[in-house]
């Protein structure tokens, strides 16, 4: 049976830099080991797969299959979890409340929004070791009044938080490494939402500028404030983007097409839509 190992970031980089790593050494024969072990080795991004093909004997191996979603929980009409006022633009972002996920930009752009649009507000889901920093941020720029922290919610809750925004943004800042496949992304284009994401990494390769979602320059508040005020002011762009990008997953990102990728991989295949399907070699 081939044994498929399924890499998600560059674990031992990821821990020196953000947790501590006490055994370099160890780490890379543990991860070479393992690696070496695999048949297939399944990486979420080109960047992860850059960072495995530095390990030997692994080049042959790799194979990119990004990330994805499942649309059917995301349908289109859902009730909002919370209500919409009247006239309100409603600016979103899901995700753990981390350094990398470029909050410090999000809140500089939703006040040059404000400054034109103070019927604006923002909507964050989500916590993490950033809150403290945040709602410093939002107090200093007197927005607090103006944003609703919706703090940690279960998955089942994310869909019904999405379906209260107007627009969804990853305004990740300028990272010399961005290796993520970001799961927030494929939900905003799941829920029919258009996205202002930063261009960097798979997320360049997956939005198409004007098509099905807006990019902006990593770290660049003015063009995510730009980007947002040209959403709010155009109704009709918002529902192409949302559609669009919606088309998108359903086409290319679901995670059945992932799971039916990912048996391929192994020689496997399984018929698909069919009540207690079985495997076939």
């Given amino acids: 049976t081939p044994g498929l190992l399924?890499?998600?970031?560059?674990?031992?980089?990821?821990?020196?830099?953000?947790?501590?790593?006490?055994?370099?050494a160890a780490a890379q024969r543990v991860a070479e080991q393992v690696?070496?072990?695999?048949?297939?080795?399944?990486?979420?991004?080109?960047?992860?797969?850059?960072y495995v093909a530095q390990f030997p004997g692994t080049r042959n191996k790799i194979q990119v299959v990004p990330n994805g979603v499942s649309p059917n929980r995301f349908s289109p009409g859902l009730a909002p979890t919370l209500p919409r006022p009247a006239g309100?633009?409603?600016?979103?972002?899901?995700?753990?409340?981390?350094?990398?996920h470029g909050l410090p930009i999000l809140v500089e752009a939703f006040a040059r929004l404000r400054q034109r649009h103070p019927e604006a507000r923002l909507l964050i889901v989500g916590d993490g070791p950033e809150r403290?920093?945040?709602?410093?941020?939002?107090?200093?720029?007197?927005?607090?009044?103006?944003?609703?922290?919706?703090?940690?919610?279960?998955?089942?809750?994310?869909?019904?938080?999405?379906?209260s925004m107007e627009v969804g943004v990853a305004p990740y800042p300028p990272l010399a490494h961005f290796y993520f496949s970001p799961l927030k992304v494929?939900?905003?284009?799941?829920?029919?939402?258009?996205?202002?994401?930063?261009r960097i990494g798979q997320?360049?390769?997956?939005?198409?500028?004007?098509?099905n979602g807006l990019l902006v320059k990593p770290g660049d508040a003015a063009g995510l404030a730009a980007a947002l005020e040209r959403l709010r002011s155009d109704p009709e762009l918002r529902?192409?983007?949302?559609?669009?990008?919606?088309?998108?997953?359903?086409h290319q990102h679901t995670w059945d097409a992932v799971a039916q990728r990912v048996l391929r991989l192994a020689g496997l295949e399984v018929t698909p839509h069919a009540e207690g399907a079985a495997l076939r070699t």
């Fill in 6 to 24: 399924e890499v998600n970031a560059p674990l031992i980089e990821e821990q020196a830099e953000h947790r501590g790593l006490v055994d370099r």
């Fill in 35 to 50: 690696f070496g072990a695999a048949t297939v080795i399944l990486a979420v991004s080109e960047e992860v797969a850059a």
């Fill in 88 to 100: 309100a633009f409603t600016v979103g972002f899901v995700g753990t409340l981390k350094p990398w």
């Fill in 132 to 163: 403290d920093r945040l709602v410093a941020d939002l107090a200093a720029g007197g927005l607090t009044e103006a944003v609703h922290l919706a703090g940690a919610v279960d998955a089942s809750a994310v869909p019904g938080w999405l379906a």
């Fill in 186 to 198: 494929y939900e905003y284009m799941a829920a029919g939402l258009p996205v202002v994401a930063s």
């Fill in 203 to 211: 997320l360049k390769n997956l939005i198409e500028e004007g098509r």
């Fill in 239 to 250: 529902a192409r983007l949302g559609q669009a990008a919606r088309s998108t997953v359903l």
